[in-house]
């Protein structure tokens, strides 16, 4: 076959749960909620990212650390036993005094070689939990889950080629918590050959940070790139960087003066921002939730929010750069009643509600990507990353949800972005040569599936790959029809 296929295994659209936990003291509110202030008592991030995802560590220290070594991944019924081989880390030198291990909410044996083996499991969904408690009260939480499926069943999608498109909307979603503080002080020279792929493209580019909250008595009034807004890019008050209006090199420009995030909140005057009590307030919270507030960007532009609505185009093809040290922060432990309780809006973390939300609301062929820059847990560069301190936690929430959607995955931890950024640009410049399916593809036996010509009744000749639910094309189509055939799991 000429085509050339890249056999990935990709997770389906259905991202589940995993979880970054959440700490609150006894007298805090059970009842946590975005559109009010957090209570003044809550563990504030010491290195200003907020409040802290775990006992009182603070985002810019090591912290207690469950590390996936081995994961089920997705499989059919046939495949055995599901393994998942983990590690407790605690770089601070505490003891750990307590793990304990659940399988589908029923408590299961945690092996001594910190292997967990699940028996030939049933079709459905699964998830195996993992909790671990240091000596000094530090909780952290990892949920991993898989999917067993009946089999592996063909698929076919025919695709129209008419008319190309080079438009492309890019929301860039950075980390501002303090434990991303290395990072920030390096990230413009990360970035500085950004806007190097995209000469001849009609791009949009917005940017926000993973900071959902921001309020009155807490957080400085009114503030912007909360909960998905745009960031004001300049004293023109402008929120969408667009190719009509800014060249390459002013692009550039506006996206390194705006992805480098300051420690604390300023004062009109450059004054450090304190709230009710004297304490200066950290720019970025630290319940980071990358997912959730780029959902909360799409929703405020179909909603019509200013800043927001006049950047995001109904026939764009939509590309996200997340750029994290943590992982999507799903749940929280609260200390008062000893409960684990899924955060405000829970679902708008979940990655295939975001896939659904931007289909159902831009139209089921729009492309969308979500690219992560991260710290990789498939990689050993990832794994160093982290044991060397210089990441939060994994982000395997980020992770799958690129995977699914055939997004890049890099690492936060690079001195320099260049390599990965590149790679994320020439998949945006080909979003024209890309088309989506209807599920994540996936391997058949060493057989991804095969793209015909349907006047002919021959392979195309255009070299083409499958990457998570989209097939792309090396080079642009001719006009004509033609049929995608491809593999998928599926319950039936």
């Known amino acids: 076959m000429k085509a050339l296929f890249q056999k990935y295994l990709f ?69 055995g036993d599901a393994v998942v081989d983990y590690e407790v880390i605690n770089p601070n030198g505490d003891d750990v005094t307590e793990v304990t291990c ?38 952290e ?15 076919s999608r025919d695709i129209t080629v008419t008319v190309e498109s080079d438009q492309v909307d890019i929301i860039i979603n950075v980390d501002n918590s303090g434990s991303m503080k290395s990072e920030q002080e390096s990230m413009a020279s990360r970035i500085q050959d950004f806007m190097n792929p995209f000469a001849g493209l009609d791009y949009h580019i917005a940017i926000t940070t993973t900071s959902p909250i921001g309020n009155d008595e807490i957080w400085k009034p009114s503030l912007d790139y909360v909960d998905g807004k745009f960031v004001t890019l ?51 919270n630290g319940w980071e939730r990358g997912i959730y507030t780029t959902y909360r960007a799409f929703e405020r532009a179909v909603e019509g929010s200013p800043g927001n609505s006049n950047c995001l185009r109904p026939t764009a093809a939509k590309h996200v750069i997340l750029i994290s040290d943590e992982d999507e922060t799903t749940r929280y432990f609260d200390q008062g009643d000893g409960q684990i309780k899924n955060m405000p809006d829970y679902d708008k973390s979940m990655g295939a509600n975001l896939v659904n939300y931007v289909s159902s609301q831009f139209g089921a062929n729009t492309v969308f990507k979500f690219h992560s820059i991260i710290v990789d847990p498939d990689t050993a560069e990832g794994r160093d990353c982290l044991q060397n301190g210089n990441g939060g936690r994994f982000g395997h929430f980020y992770s799958q949800l690129s995977q699914s959607t055939g997004g890049h995955i890099g690492s936060v931890c690079a001195s320099n972005y260049a390599t990965q950024l590149g790679q994320i640009g020439e998949q945006i410049s080909n979003s024209s040569k890309t088309y989506n399916l209807e599920c994540v593809a996936v391997d058949n036996n060493g057989n991804m599936g095969q793209v015909v010509d349907k006047a002919s009744g021959n392979e195309v000749g255009v070299d083409y790959g499958f990457f998570g639910d989209k097939v792309e094309f090396a080079d642009l189509l001719g006009a004509g029809e033609y049929t995608v055939n491809y593999f998928c799991y599926s319950m039936n």
């Open 11 to 79: 997770a389906p659209l259905l991202i589940f749960m995993g979880l970054s936990s959440m700490v609150l003291f006894q007298n805090c509110s059970n009842d946590v909620g975005f559109d009010q202030a957090p209570s003044a008592e809550r563990l504030l991030d010491p290195d200003g990212g907020g409040l802290s995802n775990d006992g009182g560590n603070g985002g810019g220290d090591s912290d207690l650390t469950i590390q996936i070594n081995e994961e089920p991944g997705d499989r059919t019924v046939d495949d």
């Open 102 to 139: 659940e399988y589908n909410g029923s408590p299961v044996d945690c092996d001594p070689k910190d292997r967990i083996v699940i028996p030939n499991p049933d079709v459905g969904n699964h998830t195996v939990t993992i909790i671990a408690v240091d000596d000094k009260g530090r909780r």
């Open 141 to 155: 939480i990892r949920e991993i889950p898989f999917v067993v499926y009946r089999r592996i069943i063909p698929m």
């Open 234 to 284: 300049d004293n023109s008050g402008t929120h969408c960087i667009r190719s009509s209006v800014h060249d390459r090199n002013q692009a550039q420009t506006l996206i390194q003066n705006n992805v480098v995030r300051g420690l604390f909140l300023l004062n009109d005057d450059g004054s450090v921002f304190q709230d009710a009590n004297g304490n200066p307030r950290p720019e970025g």
